[in-house]
């Protein structure tokens, strides 16, 4: 996530920098510094961020488990944790995930494939 994108999605939520900071669990100078770049901003903000942004996503229609979407095979569904706890529409944020049948090894490598899937440009 870079600086235009995070203070896009601040304004999306309709938050003040001040009120980010407290929803993020950080200091208003962090947050003002993310959106100036003179930061990068950490996964655990961007996470947070995605799933703050998720809850807002109202469109028509329901969106599909991600384990339709990607047509995964039985082998990756019963060892992938999407599937586990049934949060199809969530997988993007959990860790550990069976995408495209690798476990990524870290949030920036998981993301990049995320960002191309169709369940999470459902949230963008």
Not at 43 to 61: D, T, Y
Not at 64 to 92: D, I, M, S, T, Y
Request: net charge positive; hydrophobic share 35%.
């Amino acid at each position: 996530m870079d600086s235009a994108e995070f203070k896009h999605f601040r304004k999306k939520l309709k938050k003040t920098q001040r009120q980010m900071s407290q929803l993020l669990g950080t200091s208003i100078k962090a947050i003002h510094s993310y959106e100036q770049g003179w930061r990068s901003i950490p996964a655990h903000v961007e996470r947070q961020m995605f799933f703050l942004i998720s809850k807002i996503v109202k469109k028509k229609g329901d969106q599909r488990p991600c384990w339709e979407v990607k047509k995964c095979p039985p082998e990756f569904k019963n060892e992938c944790p999407a599937w586990e706890f049934k949060a199809g529409q969530l997988c993007w944020f959990i860790c550990g995930t069976i995408c495209d049948g690798v476990v990524h090894q870290n949030w920036k490598e998981k993301m990049k494939l995320c960002r191309s899937c169709d369940v999470f440009k459902y949230l963008l």
